[in-house]
């Protein structure tokens, strides 16, 4: 068997945890493969509302096993905090939640040194979701993390010597903190993560791969956030791209199947960094309402525009997208003009591939087509789009070149139409 990877193509929230949660039961496996608490997966169900941040998006399906992988970090603070709420709602997590013992831990000092050095940037500050994220993943690359099977044999001492060492780092910032505040629920979270199954997880999932069950590698945040190929600096510190699967969870390129490749039919954009399509406007207002765009995990107002289908193609490309996924497309319902970023425009000159930067005086050349000025949310068959939808769908996948199989016309697990 091989393992289907989905993955985010724009910049994060593009409704990944909806869609994982559609076709979970398609699969024997689901595993996280990067990012930590920085995510949000939201999913929406039996007039319920669920927001995942360390757990896989399949955990609902108690029939599934689910794996937190080598190439995620964790916090075991946020992640008692997730456990317990959901324990709270009647989902016990204990029989199909697996944890990979080399998945790196974030550490309340890594919380400090990211709002330390965030307050540091002023105005030039990437609009980390001040998560710990970047601090742990730099230990990790340093060679000083600690990881999850560090808790099973002296972690007190492990923990105190990292802590020293940070501490020493935050003296060169004139930042106030109290770090007894931070560590405040640290002992309970490891506790909360050894009442886990805790694994080799490289041999695991390859040993379900072996026996010929299947996978589903479930991505974080973003393509155009990946650490290498998104708008850096204003990136994320993990890779978020299809190879980021096999990194993240131990398995070999040439047992990737299918990449489902998720996107938005118009952008959305948390935090600082360049956003080509960004709207200012009544109709950037309109997309934010109409499509409640605050992030899951942050709360803050995500930037809206058009559709980019220069950045779209590269991280088509980048990801040996098979399958695309298109979601939100009911929030453009009472648009009279969708518009369509097909090119960019700098300093006169016309470019239609991905830069390697995004410069201020960057123009969108766009491609208007009429709207559909008709509500989706309740249409159950492809046979019921109206006819401008159906055009806006065949364009795209003509200019992309790869199927749109999957269609979201709404926030819950019914509103999804597989084509």
Request: proline residues 4%; contains cysteine; negative net charge.
């Amino acid at each position: 068997m091989k393992v289907d990877v989905l993955l985010g193509l724009q910049w994060g929230d593009e409704g990944k945890g909806k869609v994982v949660d559609v076709l979970t039961p398609k699969y024997d496996v689901i595993t996280r493969f990067q990012g930590g608490p920085n995510a949000g997966h939201t999913l929406e169900f039996d007039n319920q509302k669920f927001v995942l941040h360390n757990i896989p998006s399949g955990i609902f399906h108690t029939d599934k096993i689910n794996v937190i992988g080598n190439g995620v970090v964790l916090d075991p603070i946020t992640f008692k905090r997730e456990i317990d709420g959901l324990m709270a709602k009647g989902t016990d997590l204990t029989k199909n939640l697996y944890i990979s013992k080399k998945a790196h831990l974030i550490l309340p000092t890594h919380r400090i040194l990211d709002a330390a050095s965030e307050a540091s940037k002023g105005a030039t500050k990437i609009g980390s979701t001040l998560k710990g994220i970047g601090p742990t993943y730099m230990d990790k690359t340093g060679r000083n993390g600690l990881r999850v099977g560090d808790i099973l044999s002296g972690f007190d001492e492990k923990y105190e010597a990292l802590k020293a060492k940070h501490i020493q780092m935050l003296r060169m910032y004139n930042f106030e903190y109290d770090i007894e505040a931070f560590e405040k629920g640290l002992q309970e979270g490891i506790e909360t993560i050894k009442m886990f199954k805790l694994i080799d997880s490289e041999h695991e999932l390859n040993r379900y791969i072996s026996e010929g069950k299947s996978l589903l590698a479930e991505g974080a945040q973003g393509t155009l956030l990946d650490i290498d190929f998104g708008s850096y600096p204003f990136v994320t510190s993990s890779n978020t791209v299809c190879a980021g699967a096999c990194t993240g969870m131990g398995i070999a390129p040439n047992k990737i199947g299918e990449v489902f490749g998720i996107f938005k039919a118009y952008c959305t954009r948390v935090g600082s960094g360049p956003f080509p399509t960004e709207l200012f406007d009544e109709v950037g207002e309109n997309l934010r309402k109409n499509g409640n765009e605050f992030g899951s995990t942050t709360g803050r107002p995500r930037r809206c525009g058009w559709l980019d289908l220069v950045a779209l193609k590269y991280s088509v490309m980048i990801n040996g997208v098979t399958q695309l996924i298109m979601m939100k497309s009911d929030v453009l319902s009472d648009q009279e003009i969708i518009k369509v970023a097909t090119a960019y425009k700098v300093d006169g000159e016309v470019i239609t591939d991905f830069p390697f930067e995004l410069p201020e005086n960057l123009e969108p050349v766009y491609t208007e087509m009429p709207g559909w000025k008709c509500d989706l949310t309740n249409v159950q068959t492809e046979a019921e789009f109206p006819a401008a939808f159906k055009n806006y769908i065949t364009y795209l996948e003509k200019e992309l070149g790869v199927p749109i199989t999957i269609i979201s016309v709404g926030p819950d697990r019914a509103q999804t139409i597989i084509r």
